[in-house]
């Protein structure tokens, strides 16, 4: 059987085809800049050149349905027929807080993805989008949403709820739900494979670093605590984004420069971060670092202060945790940035977390650890695979007893 995986963003739709024996990725497909100028469409397969074709798609329904009749394309297609793809694994940002698991796609599925857009306003719909017209593509397939928050979505209130009044809660549904939520598993349940001792009781903080930033606090299959919260602004500094702050400051702002909420948005999303304080009008850490390397001071203290606040998370964690026995780092920067990981472990040899310079500036792609050796807690760099843990998931809840997907049966009977 084929495993279809559909990431459906605002302005992109991803699909990735896996076979469900081994997860091998059989074929890829990406249309991106939807609805924008220059809209491009690429189509991969195993052992094939890539194709690149520019297109005319002005949204996510059409881009999903172009994409799935390229891929049977009888001249540049990858598969014989849509027939082969028996399950399809749905990315969607937000399921709020009751949904701790993959589900089946129903229409109690889509009310749930209904309801949360007022959440994910940027995000839910075009979810919903891509599963609309790929049910309608692929009939025959069993559908399954995975969503973002559900990792997250056993926090306990602790950790979720604002110190706010509880009407706001109660009546507007604010509080902490967390992302990057299927990375951070993901890598939870890499990682527990190379930790000695009973997995239900190691204790694992996960940096995600990549455009977005987020760490959790996990145990006994479970996050505890996550470094984003009501959206993805909170937490940790990020490319463009500010992460924690004084929310006074908003008020000054706009009391002092009557500026409207569109700008508060856009500074804290889009002006804020490492881009704002380096100066260097990029949020990509390649840029900040290339900018440093030339002796730009501001580049230097923006790249101090970012991996300053994964520290001081790091901290707060081993806390939350009452102790580590393992560090993982993942996405563009966790798993491609030495110098951001050493920063961030620089100083916490207290808590026993000891890294070792040459492993940490060691070339590499895969699973590796980069920890002292008889360092206390485990220094793993990750690669993160969102598409490959969608299909997994996907795999589990309609066949729990191939053994592919087992890790997963592990964290349901959590
Ligand atoms: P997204 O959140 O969009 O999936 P990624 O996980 O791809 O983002 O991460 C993007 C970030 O990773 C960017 O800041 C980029 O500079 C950084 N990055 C990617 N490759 C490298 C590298 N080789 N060295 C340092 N940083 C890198």
């Given amino acids: 059987m084929i495993v279809l995986v559909i990431n459906a963003g605002s302005s992109s739709v991803k699909l990735t085809c896996f076979d469900s024996e081994g997860f091998r990725v059989l074929a890829k497909g990406l249309v991106e800049r939807v609805g924008q100028d220059g809209t491009t469409l690429h189509l991969w397969a195993s052992g094939q050149a890539t194709l690149c074709r520019p297109i005319q798609v002005t949204d996510i329904r059409r881009a999903v349905e172009l994409l799935l009749a390229r891929l049977v394309d009888p001249e540049e297609g990858v598969l014989s027929s849509l027939a082969q793809i028996g ?77 706010l009044p509880r009407e706001l809660y109660e009546r507007d549904k604010i509080r902490r739900y967390g992302f990057h939520g299927t990375s951070h598993q993901y890598v939870y349940l890499q990682a527990l494979e190379h930790l000695p001792g009973p ?59 009557g500026i409207t909420p569109a700008q508060v948005n856009d500074l804290l999303n889009k002006q804020s971060g490492l ?33 300053y ?24 920067i966790g798993e491609n940035s030495p110098l951001i990981r050493r920063l961030a472990c620089q100083g916490l040899e207290f808590l026993g977390i000891d890294l070792d310079d040459s492993l940490n500036d060691a070339p590499g792609k895969g699973l590796r650890e980069i920890q002292a050796p008889g360092a206390a807690v485990k220094l793993l760099v990750i690669p993160t695979d969102e598409e490959l843990a969608i299909a997994q998931q996907t795999v589990h809840l309609i066949q729990p007893n191939l053994n592919a997907a087992g890790r997963y049966a592990w964290l349901t009977a959590q």
């Avoid at 977005?212 to 996050?223: L, Y």
């Avoid at 881009?275 to 900040?288: E, F, P, T």
Wanted: hydrophobic share 45%; glycine share 10%; net charge negative.
């Fill in 87 to 163: 399950a399809v694994g749905h990315r969607v940002v937000h399921g709020g807080d009751s949904v701790t698991q993959p589900v089946l796609l129903n229409e109690n599925t889509t009310n749930i993805i209904r309801r949360w857009s007022a959440l994910a306003p940027l995000h839910n719909p075009h979810g919903l989008a891509g599963i609309e017209a790929a049910e309608l593509s692929l009939p025959h397939a069993v559908h399954v949403v995975v969503f973002d928050t559900a990792f997250h979505a056993k926090m306990p209130p602790v950790a979720y709820l604002y110190p």
């Fill in 309 to 332: 606040r994964i520290k001081k998370y790091l901290g707060s964690y081993a806390a939350v945790l009452g102790g580590l026995d393992a560090v993982v780092f993942t996405a563009g």
């Fill in 199 to 257: 997995p239900e009781s190691r204790r694992v903080v996960t940096c995600h670093l990549g455009n977005g930033c987020s760490m959790a606090a996990i145990t006994g299959g479970r996050s505890l605590d996550t470094s984003m919260g009501f959206t993805p602004l909170e937490g940790l500094m990020m490319g463009t984004r500010c992460g924690d702050l004084d929310p006074a400051i908003i008020v000054y702002l706009q009391e002092r420069h």
């Fill in 275 to 307: 881009a704002a304080l380096s100066g260097v009008a990029s949020g990509d850490l390649r840029d900040i670092v290339e900018a440093m390397d030339q002796g730009d001071h501001h580049a230097l203290q923006a790249l101090q202060i970012f991996a």
